[in-house]
């Protein structure tokens, strides 16, 4: 496990995952991805239904070329928390780097009938990304 080294508060916090997730992101800007991880997965063991450290971990997994580990990451966090929707949204665009159309497809279209009300819907979703698969872009 990495040292915790940020602020006193995250320190004395560290039996939070809120705050252990805190301490990745800190790491993770300062390119300390090792660190990060460690953080990522001490929160994910704090409380496995902390959606913000799974997504983290996943993206950390992304910048590091193991996106796979980052689906194993996505799948486990979706199975404690199917109800969230960027979740189904995050694992969508993981499989859709690990080149499994079929399986991004059926995940992003997960995604908005996951969400309750429609608030946490991901803003960065191109118009028309969400096609049969198959069909030609325009």
């Known amino acids: ?15 939070r ?6 301490l990745g992101r800190f790491y ?3 390119g300390l991805s ?13 409380s496995p239904q902390y ?3 799974a997504i983290n971990l996943a993206d950390l997994y992304r910048q590091l070329g193991r996106d796979r580990e980052g689906e194993g990451v996505l799948r486990a966090a979706v199975a404690g928390s199917p109800r969230d929707a960027g ?3 995050s694992l969508g665009l ?25 608030r946490d819907m991901p803003m ?6 969400i096609r049969p698969v198959g069909q030609a872009r325009p």
């Open 17 to 22: 995952p809120e705050a252990r997730s805190t």
């Open 28 to 30: 993770a800007r300062r």
């Open 87 to 89: 979740l189904h949204y």
């Open 94 to 118: 993981v499989l859709t780097r690990l080149k499994r159309p079929a399986d991004a497809l059926a995940e992003l279209a997960r995604w908005p009938s996951s969400s309750l009300n429609g």
């Open 34 to 46: 090792v660190d990060a991880e460690a953080e990522y997965k001490a929160a994910l063991r704090l």
């Open 124 to 129: 960065s979703m191109p118009s028309g990304c």
């Open 1 to 15: 496990m990495a040292p915790l080294r940020g602020s006193r508060t995250e320190r004395l916090n560290a039996d």
């Open 51 to 53: 959606v913000p450290a």
